[in-house]
């Protein structure tokens, strides 16, 4: 299993980004993808997933700014990051969670200025 994910960059507060996250070599339903943040010199946290019926869910703090969706045909899930802040800054990983293990993308880097 490999997840690629893309689309991270420089962006001003206020601004916005899409991550994507693309799976390939799995036998798994991306519904089971997630998307974490590892904020410097903080631990990884659960940003976006989907529930088991198929609908979404984020952390309190990404509520409200940050939609999840996915694209079956393509394995390929969509981290739509809208009012972007300062202290979203990270390093943002894409998960697979397969019944026997995890897999995680090689992460990409969303820095935003103030």
């Known amino acids: 299993v490999q997840l690629q994910a893309s689309g991270g960059g420089l962006v001003q507060a206020g601004g916005s980004l899409t991550l994507s996250c693309a799976a390939s070599g799995s036998m798994f339903s991306i519904n089971n993808m997630r998307w974490f943040r590892q904020a410097p010199g903080k631990q990884r946290e659960l940003v976006a997933f989907?529930?088991?019926?198929?609908?979404?869910n984020y952390a309190d703090s990404f509520k409200g700014r940050f939609t999840l969706s996915r694209d079956n045909a393509k394995k390929t899930v969509y981290l739509q990051m809208n009012s972007l802040k300062p202290e979203d800054t990270g390093v943002y990983f894409c998960?697979?969670?397969?019944?026997?293990?995890?897999?995680w993308g090689q992460g990409t880097q969303v820095t935003v200025s103030s």
């Open positions: 989907f529930t088991s019926g198929g609908s979404t």
């Open positions: 998960n697979l969670r397969a019944p026997n293990r995890d897999y």
